[in-house]
Structures are given as C-alpha cells and as structure tokens.
C-alpha cells in the first residue's frame, strides 16, 4: 500500500454505536490531521498529532476520540454521535515542518 | 466568518481554453497557499502552491497567482483537458508553533467540456 490509506471506506452506525475509523500513511510523514467534510462547507480541521503528540484540538465534541500510537497510524473513535454527525471524514499526513498535507479516501460517515 | 472563500461553487469551460479559478482570503497572517484537487470517492490531492514572498508560480499547465494587496489568488489551467473535471479546494496556511494549519474554502467545481 502507498499513501494515505482509510477504513472503513463506508459505515452507517446508530446514535448508540461505538465505532473506530482507521488512518494508515505510508510517506514517512510525522504529522497526521483529522478533517471533516459536510456538504456546502468547507473542510473543517478536528485534529492535528505531531510526532505522536495531539497539538490541535479544534473545539470537537468529546464524542469524537483521537487516539495516535505511532507515527504511521492514526484512529479516530466515535461514541454516541448525532445525525449532524453525518460527514466524510478525511486523514491526513504531512512532515512535521512542511506545508503539503496529503489526503486519504476519506470515510463517509452515515449516523442514523 | 470564512477566512479563505471561493465565491464560485462552478465552472464550466471548453476543453483546450483556459480555467481560471478564483479565490480570496481575509487573514494577512496567512504566508502559504495551496490548491487540492479532488476527485469523486477520492480524498483531495495536492495540486501546486505559492510562498507569500512569490507572486506567481508555475507547474506544466498550472499556475497559480498571488496577489497579497488584493488578498486574491488564482489558478490557471492551460491548455483544460476533460481530466481537470474536478473539485478545486484553495487553502491558506500560517505557521503555527511548527505545525502548519490549512484552512480551507469551500471547493470550485470545474467541468471541463469537450
């Protein structure tokens, strides 16, 4: 595998669920991001780890949990969410100290 | 309040002309800027960006303009070819404490017609 790589690429879960999405870089990189994409608005940034360590936390609901165990994985832990919840939610990765991120697949998220 | 916008959510151009794809900001402390391109299904793919201290940079048929005074940047794609058909993200950066933060505007659908 090459790149950014996401799974699920799908997942419809209930408000009650608990459910985990899975970001994997294989670049080297040394910083990973969650973003979240809803429709008509622009990609809004949830988090962001360097060198493993959470830097960015952009006022997210506590219902969503990062969690980054090394600097090729990065996972993001969704408990109780809302419909509104519903988003494609985007990883990425970057070097620590460069400017291009690079994008998954994304994984589309349907709360019902 | 949106701090980077593209006020176009489409465009439709003929294949062989040139797109141009708008985008403006609002924040004097962004210093670095980027257009994504992104397929359906597919997460966005970096495409060309431009430093605060340049006013124009090229990459084959893309070319990316900045105009700080303005606050206004743009994306040139010449000759258009029917693979451009894409979304168009602009993004802007500041350098925060080593990380940088992308903020994004909302995505200009180009259709590129043959």
């Known amino acids: 595998e090459t790149g950014v790589t996401q799974t699920p690429r799908h997942l419809v879960m209930g408000m009650t669920n608990k459910k985990s999405l899975k970001c994997e870089q294989h670049?080297?990189?040394?910083?990973m991001y969650w973003y979240k994409q809803s429709a008509k608005k622009p990609l809004e940034l949830m988090f962001v780890?360097?060198?493993?360590?959470?830097?960015e936390n952009n006022s997210v609901p506590s219902r969503f949990s990062p969690e980054c165990p090394n600097s090729s994985h990065l996972f993001l832990h969704l408990h109780t969410l809302q419909p509104e919840d519903s988003a494609l939610y985007l990883c990425?990765?970057?070097?620590?100290?460069?400017?291009?991120?690079?994008f998954g697949p994304g994984t589309r998220l349907t709360v019902t | 309040d949106q701090q980077v916008k593209q006020n176009s959510p489409s465009l439709s151009v003929q294949e062989g002309r040139i797109s141009i794809l708008n985008c403006d900001y609002t924040n004097s402390m962004f210093d670095y800027f980027l257009w994504y391109k992104k397929y359906p299904a597919e997460g966005p793919t970096f495409l060309i960006s431009i430093s605060s201290i340049k006013d124009k940079n090229e990459d084959g048929r893309f070319t990316v303009f900045l105009n700080k005074s303005a606050k206004h940047l743009s994306l040139h794609i010449v000759p258009s070819q029917p693979g451009d058909s894409a979304v168009y993200f602009c993004a802007a950066s500041e350098k925060a404490g080593g990380n940088e933060k992308l903020t994004f505007g909302t995505g200009t659908r180009l259709t590129i017609i043959p």
């Open positions: 780890y360097s060198l493993e360590e959470r830097v």
């Open positions: 990425a990765s970057s070097h620590r100290q460069g400017y291009e991120q690079y």
């Open positions: 670049l080297g990189h040394n910083a």
